[in-house]
């Protein structure tokens, strides 16, 4: 292959950007493949899927996105993409090796790219395969309505730092800097300045700009309206820890609705994992020959493959959710029991949550971090989470599938977070977490139930899926708090925004579980096979 690097392609506005041509043997005519990166061009990108790509026939675009690695501009993360991805294109279709078909590859940011230009690349995009990564970010930003600081506060300190001298190591410094940030007690609205030493502006956009989707500083940031208009032919890849897991599905099941047949891949993974390298590359390039160079040789018969966590098996499957997945509820019960059946008694357990002492979290999905399933028992130990367990299983279990929570709750302040998590229990007492969820609470917000009679109020939380096999002998637990910090921002019980300093409001919470206030946890049952 032949590299040329550092080739300049200009922008409406004037700004150029910088790309590097990865070109195969040859160097003929040949279809191509589009990587656009706010992380460079160099090094592992350039080996794997420039000089990996190439290898293979195809011609390599790896192009710097505004802002970062030489190219001009500034970088505004999201808000640039479409039309920045448009303008190469426009630029690619000029160059004498292009044959008028183009894919596009790449994990998290760059899979957002694109999407960005997906749905207006016209027919001569034939496929994308996107990793780790969401047609819109704001869901993933706001999960549930709760600002996920610990994510945002890390990936906006890792890219200010990559722009600077020696920002190779941001990836594994951004961490550790956002941690001893979040845990200094400054407001939120001042940790840019503990981790950076200087205002991060994305960071506080986010703070600025709410979760509602009608806020405007979103509408050219989200491209999961025109998903289902989307023609390429989509392979899309993620793990179960994932921090965009959700919503990657909900693109999943877009394309479905819209009669299209995408492929998906699930494995024991988690964002930063470097696992999930070889699998996206070999799908990736197999799907690329496929719609591209027409050799479907390397594609797999059924279009959805999962990795069972706790059987250690993938399984392939026609489609998502599963075939034969039911939908269990998993009750709450007086004395802390958790069980199918209804609840026949009344009963409410109660816990106060002290935003100026949070409930901590340990592991679960963040962005940069290590996010694989981690002993909870210092967690459980603690007075303001609740925990309800099962009996030991007589057999295995398995749950494939969304995971949703139902739960009756009253609380002395009206702004709370409801916070679940479900666990799996050895025999042994360890207590490993395999999925979350929160839902803010906020009077009068769209979407969330008012409080009923007594002040209760119905709260729907949507849990990370599962695909989990619980063994015989093990426990099925579930979780209830109001925190889980600082995974995501403090509640402090008032209703200002996030990012404001002041006083702060502990709460009081009541969870309910009687015949008719039912709390549970819905879990996607299936045939042990």
Not at 61 to 88: K, Y
Not at 339 to 350: L, M, N, S
Request: glycine fraction near 12%; include cysteine.
């Amino acid at each position: 292959m032949r590299l040329q690097r550092d080739l300049p392609v200009p922008m409406p506005d004037g700004v150029t950007l910088l790309a590097d041509h990865y070109a195969p043997a040859g160097g003929g005519r040949a279809p191509a493949v589009l990587v656009r990166s706010p992380y460079g061009r160099r090094g592992l990108f350039g080996w794997m899927y420039g000089r990996g790509f190439a290898r293979h026939g195809f011609h390599v675009v790896i192009q710097s996105c505004r802002g970062g690695f030489g190219s001009g501009g500034l970088l505004d993360p999201m808000a640039d993409e479409h039309d920045d991805g448009l303008a190469t294109l426009a630029w690619m279709r000029a160059q004498p090796w292009y044959d008028g078909s183009f894919a596009m590859f790449g994990p998290s940011y760059l899979g957002y790219t694109q999407w960005a230009i997906a749905a207006d690349a016209g027919p001569e995009l034939k496929a994308m395969a996107a990793q780790i990564t969401a047609s819109q970010f704001r869901d993933a930003a706001y999960v549930g309505g709760a600002f996920a600081l610990e994510s945002a506060l890390s990936w906006t300190a890792m890219t200010d730092a990559m722009a600077r001298p020696f920002g190779g190591a941001a990836v594994l410094t951004a961490p550790r800097l956002t941690r001893r940030a979040v845990l200094s007690g400054r407001p939120v609205a001042e940790l840019d300045l503990a981790t950076a030493g200087r205002p991060l502006p994305f960071f506080r956009d986010l703070l600025a700009h709410h979760a509602d989707p009608a806020v405007p500083y979103w509408d050219k940031r989200d491209f999961s309206p025109r998903v289902g208009q989307v023609e390429a032919a989509v392979t899309l890849l993620s793990g179960w820890y994932d921090v965009f897991l959700p919503w990657q599905l909900k693109d999943y099941l877009a394309m479905r609705r819209a009669g299209r047949r995408p492929y998906l891949t699930i494995g024991p993974w988690y964002h930063v994992d470097a696992r999930h390298g070889r699998p996206s590359m070999a799908e990736g390039l197999a799907w690329f020959r496929a719609h591209l160079l027409g050799d479907g040789s390397g594609l797999r018969a059924d279009p959805v493959r999962l990795h069972v966590t706790g059987a250690g098996e993938w399984r392939d499957y026609p489609d998502w959710p599963v075939p034969d997945m039911t939908p269990q509820r998993w009750h709450l019960r007086r004395g802390f029991g958790l069980d199918p059946e209804p609840p026949r008694e009344g009963g409410a357990d109660r816990f106060r949550y002290d935003p100026a002492h949070p409930t901590p979290v340990i592991g679960g999905p963040v962005l940069l971090a290590d996010s694989r399933p981690r002993d909870q028992r210092r967690l459980e130990a603690r007075r303001d989470v609740l925990v309800y367990s099962s009996p030991a299983l007589a057999a295995d279990v398995e749950m494939i599938g969304p995971v949703t929570a139902e739960l009756f709750v009253r609380s002395s302040t009206p702004y709370v977070d409801v916070v679940v998590r479900v666990c799996d229990v050895r025999p042994d007492g360890r207590s490993l977490n395999l999925c979350e969820g929160v839902r803010r609470l906020r009077p009068g917000f769209p979407g969330q139930d008012e409080p009923g009679e007594g002040g209760v109020r119905r709260v729907a939380v949507e849990l990370w899926p599962l695909g989990h096999r619980f063994r015989a002998g093990h426990r099925i637990r579930v979780h209830v708090a109001a925190g889980a910090y600082p995974t995501i921002a403090r509640n402090p019980g008032t209703g200002r925004p996030v990012g404001d300093g002041g006083p702060m409001v502990p709460a009081d919470v009541e969870v309910f579980h009687t015949p008719e206030l039912p709390s549970a946890v819905v879990l996607p049952r299936v045939a042990v096979t």
